[in-house]
């Protein structure tokens, strides 16, 4: 089977609905970072295929935006972690139906 | 070149003024300073009144002052200043010496009192303030120390203030003295406007010299008259007398201190000071300002004199007296003997201050009791009281050769005899004299001769320190009588400027005849009615005056100081309480309701504001908030809190804009 572009986008929709599914589902703060980290996994995925399926180029833009998002999305779950562990000092809990305090 | 004294003698009046300040800021414990205070302050001013009369005695008519600018406000000055010349040195000496000797007496006097530090702050004060109008250049500054003068009065008067007729008495004579003081203030006023300076001698500026007065010209009468209403109040003249003999409520040291060298001396003292104004113009000595000085004294002096030989509160026949001897001491001035007048001042403050201070002693000796009636024999049992009291009275009496008072007496005789308008006064003086012999007579045979009676039983003499002041007042009573013998009247002409000489012929003149007629007339008739008394059973009281037994009306006409007081009551005083209540109602009905009306119509206007606040603006309000708040809480039922929720909103929002967009394409 030779690799097309609707295989990865496929792949890419796929992994994106996993992660929606994980963020909207999970009670656990974690679980809903990972759920949000597969997401940005996803869209990674798009941009290298986009690159790579597209017209040829020298550059490797895909590539390197792809990585910029990694670098990203890695201190974005440190600050996500970080914060989840100061939410659990606090509430002694990590579950987000309970940390309903923002309503209105 | 003036010397260091001139330039300086603001501190005469400063140092007792500054030893009242500072007694007052002692507690009551510490009686002893505050007397040695008051009383050093006294003989630094003395010794500086000697030093300030030096100079003065070196040429006639020495006159010297130092003024200096108070403030300036647009192009005008206001200047002060002080004065130095044989007026003021004279009653310098006078005030400082007397005001000494009271306050040492004051010592013995108020021993048992336990206010004595605010006393001695008064007395010092009431000293200063007279000090200050005797040596002020200014009609204003002299104008200040009488008022300051005024208020020391109404501090000393009122002093026992737990007795509410000592507090009456305070008030009475700070209100009478203050109907003058508005009169004495226009003519202050009116001065100025008519001569442009308050400065009484300013190098030919003054107010007193010629080119100010010729400016003056018509008004002068006027203002005269003015300030002739501040010495009516101040020195007792009728109508405005009420208040001396209720003065008498203070401690008598305080009564001689107001009877012989401040308060009253003030008003006769004015009048000599600005003598000028009133002699502006005068045809052959006569002005019409001048004419009522005459008058109101010649009034005083005899109603005085009158009222005087039916009282039987001891202090209060010496009141009536210094009434009278104000009154002729104005007659003096009137008819143009200023000297004479001056001098009759300056030997009635210490006689007059020796019979305060005796009568003093014998209160203090007969246990706080001053009926005449009730006293008796007390020659025997307060020695030198009497001995020095009848020195006073013979004094005052006018016993011609060795007192003081009778030398005076007949230079005033003298000047009435030579005014050309009248004669009446000098034959009403006469009477006066007569009458003075008299009710001093009585009053000495009252309390001093015959059996003692109720109060005087156990009387016993003052201590040293009351009796030792009589004793020097005594001397100084008898050495006046020498230094002003008319054989060499250097006092005289030293008041008048001019240079004395000696002339042993102006010793016997026809007036010293008639003079000594006169007190052996009044001593006699005062013997003659009241001889009686002497003789009397020890045990009783007096039922009956003799002279009231015989003119029963007329004694009580008399001893009700022709009810004066009641008439006054009846018309000046109950006017004043009627137009008070008239005012009090206009001000509670007319005045008020006015007020009140316009306070209604506010609050009238306030209700119908509030109903339209209530009923329309309110309600909008309402309603408006009301719908935001709904809406509020519609929104934020959205907001639960609830993260996956939100999540679950953005992913439902992203695939309906896919749908959308799949839709479009």
Redesign the interface.
Known sequence: MTPTLQLFLIASAALFCIG?LA???RRHAIF?LIGIEIMLTAANLNFVAFWRFGPPTQQPTGVMVAIFAIAIAAAEAAVGLSLIIAVYRHYRTTN??E?????? | MNPWIVTNLWLIPAIPLAASLSILSFNNARRKTAAAIAIVGQIVALTMSILAFLPTLSAPGFRAGHNFIWFTFGEQALRLGWVLDPLTAAMLLMITFVSLCIFVFSIGYMAADKNFTRFFAYLSFFSAAMLGVVIANSLLLLFVCWELVGLASYLLIGFWIHKPSAAAAAKKAFITTRIGDLGFFLGLVWLYHGSGTLLFYDGGRGCLENAALLALGGSATSIALLIFCGAVGKSGQFPLHVWLPDAMEGPTPVSALIHAATMVAAGVFLVARVYPIFSLGAINDVTPSLTVVVWIGVVTGLMAALIAATQSDIKRILAYSTVSQLGLMMVSLGVGGVAAGIMHLLAHGFFKALLFLGSGSVIHGCHDEQDIRKMGGLRRLMPVTFITYAIGMMALSGVPLFFCGAWTKEEILHATSHWPKSQAPHYLIMLGVVLTAAYMTRQMIYVFFGNPRAASEHAHESPPVMTRPLVALGFCTIFLGVVLTPAWPWLHDYLNGETARFDLTRLIQPMLFVSLALVIAGIGLGVLMYRRVALQDRHRNVELDPLESAQPFLFRFLENKMWLDELYEESFILWSRTAARLSDWMDHYVWDGLVRGFGSLGQLFGIFTKGVDERAINAGVDESVGGARGLGRLMSAAHSGQIQTYLGAVAIGMVALLILYAWLA
């Open positions: 929606l963020a909207l589902s809903i987000v139906d940390l309903d305090q923002l309503k209105g």
